[in-house]
């Protein structure tokens, strides 16, 4: 949702400059919820010299910000500071080219004159004939042929460019029956003859477009985002100069050897090793485990991972390419592309179709020829033999299918991405599951016998220095308690203290949210006055049901265990609870590798993974799924994600792809069914071509009815 600029932005919008002379930055502004934000926002940057104007984007939680060259990100950034609002900066993001869009139109096209030219064709049907019959085929022809060169334009090109280099596909011989077709139709209107087929045409044209519209709608679902990882790392970062001066360098300037100052709750823009300072990181970007790793002189930081302390001072060592998070996008990329070798069951059966019409079609027509029916005649079985063989049916047998089963699993909170995917899934015998955000819930849950332990005014002052806090565990704890109907209590010059936690006066008194002195593990401390009033200790959970899902899975005949790229204790408390066996510490290719291992034993691998450092395991597994509160990484590399925070989405999946392909092979039967005993019809001169496409749809229409059965596959 756009909004436009509030009067602060008409003021903007309205600064002497021109087209040429603006860049844009677009920020992130997580903290942005509603339309009066969206006003604050926009009206944050009515101070700031150089700033044409602000456009905020609710739906995205970011604004775009028109301005001269003279101003840099963090002038905006400390603009939305003192409005109140966190940002950062984004890349800009192209919108990777749609399958689906360039088939709208022509499908669109295709139904809506397919439905005129039939309610023309009852007429005719019924028994008109004379100059009524010639008014009707006049009037189809009017309506037909614009919409048939329209519609079939996705088919003539193709099988144009087939042709131009001396090879044939399925287009070619579905051009040739639609162009035989649509040419014998107008010669029979002109001549004023008793059948025109432009009917079965655009029927033809129309059940063929819809098969490719819905494969399409899953391969554009199933677009992986290897630039996405990438947009994990900051645009750019504050660069100190010899002299001591600092200035904003684009992310694609830096060099090694550079000096960046990164801020307390800044991303790295690229690889390092801390020369001054000392803080913690948030790397579960890259290695999974949730708790922030502590960083002081001399430790090796990469771009991507957030600084949450204290401001540090970092030596550049590796930049773009030659980055981490640029390594892992390499690793992901290469492993989608190994994907191709799954063809789909549509396609390796298609395979043979463009050569065996050709054949049978000619053999018809010479026969007919041969038999002395004549040019027209043998032509018009020709055509038939063309329209009666298409693969609408074949065409719809797997797409249909996986949308079926896909808006099924949709209902139970799991969606489906790459309808290929559920062919793999269904294949699948191992499982592998990441323990982070995949078994566990990957957030900090605070312990519910310390929340407990709160007096009613202690809870809504934690709850109201946590509600200032974007850190994980305030977060956690402004969860847990608003759960439970605390209030956050008023307090006063509230202020977050980077490395110390949340402070403020609570009616005089000075109360503060922070890190404990001597909890182990992640734990934060509620004090007033000078007293420590509670410890909470902070864990992150298993998901619900992971025991019922985990037997779900061994039901099935899937072998599961734990690859985590989390430390050794962490992962082995998690084994103990699951019963699982486990591999701990693995790097983003160490579980590429393991997964690799598997498949040179015959297994069909399950990837069940949540974060950036299991975006390469996501895309070189047979297949793949996500938690919903994955990484924007995880998210586009899974073929599925489920929504819910219950495991029991494995099982379930599982079950549901399973179901798809035994319904896939149904259809196939069926498909391959109607030409065995179509075609012999259709070459005997049985047929009509109007039949003949009567008949294909029909069969496509059994096809999507047996499909249909999926709608409960994911019960």
């Not at 008793?194 to 819809?210: C, R, V």
């Not at 922030?292 to 600084?307: D, E, F, K, R, S």
């Not at 109907?485 to 009616?507: F, H, I, K, S, Y």
Request: hydrophobic fraction near 50%; glycine fraction near 10%; aromatic fraction near 4%.
């Amino acid at each position: 949702m756009n909004a436009p600029a509030g009067p602060a932005g008409a003021d903007l919008a309205h600064r002497d400059a021109t087209a040429d002379d603006l860049l844009h930055t677009v920020l992130s502004v997580p903290g942005m919820h509603c339309a009066g934000c969206m006003g604050k926002v926009e009206r944050a940057f009515g101070e700031v010299d150089g700033v044409v104007a602000a456009r905020a984007n609710l739906t995205a939680r970011s604004v775009d910000v028109s301005h001269r060259a003279g101003v840099e990100a963090p002038d905006l950034v400390a603009a939305l500071a003192m409005a109140g609002f966190e940002a950062q900066p984004r890349a800009a993001e192209r919108e990777a080219p749609s399958a689906v869009k360039p088939l709208l139109a022509p499908l669109a096209v295709a139904a809506f004159a397919c439905m005129n030219v039939m309610l023309l064709s009852v007429s005719v049907w019924s028994g008109a004939d004379g100059t009524t019959r010639d008014l009707f085929h006049w009037l189809s022809a009017a309506i037909g042929v614009p919409a048939i060169v329209f519609a079939g334009r996705p088919f003539f090109s193709s099988a144009f460019g087939a042709l131009k280099r001396g090879r044939t596909n399925m287009d070619v011989p579905i051009s040739i029956g639609v162009t035989l077709a649509t040419g014998l139709s107008l010669y029979e209107t002109v001549t004023h003859g008793q059948e025109a087929w432009f009917d079965g045409t655009l029927m033809l044209l129309l059940f063929l477009l819809a098969g490719r519209v819905l494969d399409a709608m899953m391969r554009d679902r199933a677009r992986a985002g290897v630039d996405a990882l990438l947009r994990q790392a900051a645009t750019g970062a504050m660069v100190i100069e010899a002299d001591g001066a600092t200035r904003w360098v684009e992310a694609g300037a830096l060099l090694p050897g550079m000096l960046m100052r990164v801020a307390s709750g800044e991303r790295l823009a690229a690889d390092g090793e801390v020369l001054r300072g000392e803080s913690r990181f948030d790397q579960s970007l890259l290695t999974g485990e949730s708790e922030p790793v502590a960083a002081g002189p001399g430790t090796a930081v990469h771009a991507g991972t957030l600084n949450v302390d204290a401001p540090v001072d970092v030596r550049v060592s590796a930049v773009g390419q030659d980055t981490a998070l640029a390594e892992i996008a390499r690793l992901m990329e290469a492993a989608g592309q190994s994907r191709s070798s799954y063809v789909r069951i549509a396609d390796r059966a298609s395979r043979l179709y463009a050569p065996a019409v050709h054949t049978l079609a000619a053999l018809t027509f010479a026969g007919w020829m041969i038999a002395g029916a004549g040019l027209y005649k043998s032509l018009v079985i020709a055509i038939a033999v063309l329209i009666i063989t298409c693969p609408c049916a074949l065409g719809l047998a797997v797409p249909v299918a996986q949308v079926v089963a896909a808006g099924a699993l949709m209902k139970r909170g799991i969606l489906v991405k790459d309808g290929s995917a559920l062919e793999r899934l269904a294949a699948v015998d191992r499982a592998l599951l990441d323990k982070t955000g995949t078994l566990t819930l990957g957030r900090p849950v605070p312990d519910e016998a310390a929340l407990g332990a709160l007096s009613v005014a202690e809870a809504e002052v934690a709850l109201a220095l946590a509600s200032h806090s974007r850190h994980p565990l305030s977060l956690g704890l402004v969860q847990a308690l608003s759960a439970r109907g605390v209030r956050a209590a008023e307090l006063d010059d509230v202020r977050e203290e980077p490395g110390r936690g949340v402070t403020g006066l609570w009616n005089g008194t000075r109360v503060t949210l922070g890190r404990p002195q001597v909890a182990q593990g992640m734990a934060t401390a509620l004090t007033l006055g000078s007293g420590v009033i509670c410890v909470i200790p902070f864990a992150d959970r298993l998901r619900p049901d992971a025991e019922a899902a985990l037997q779900g899975l061994a039901s099935l005949h899937v072998e599961a265990s734990i690859l985590s790229g989390d430390s050794l204790p962490a992962v082995a408390a998690v084994a103990r609870a699951t019963g699982l066996t486990a591999q701990a510490a693995a790097s983003p290719s160490d579980k590429k590798d393991a997964i690799a291992r598997l498949q040179e034993a015959g297994r069909n691998v399950l990837m069940v993974g949540d974060g950036l450092n299991d975006g390469p395991a996501l895309a070189a597994a047979n297949a793949s799924i996500a938690p919903g509160s994955a990484s924007d990484v995880g998210r586009q590399a899974a073929d599925l994600v489920f929504t819910g925070d219950s495991l029991l989405a494995l099982p379930r999946a599982v079950r549901a792809a399973r179901a798809t392909m035994r319904v896939v092979r149904q259809n196939f039967v069926l498909a391959i069914g109607y030409n065995v005993l179509a075609v012999p019809l259709a070459m005997a001169g049985v047929v009509t071509p109007l039949i003949a496409a009567v008949a294909m749809s029909t069969s496509s229409l059994i096809v999507v009815g047996n499909s249909l059965r999926l709608a409960g596959a994911a019960r």
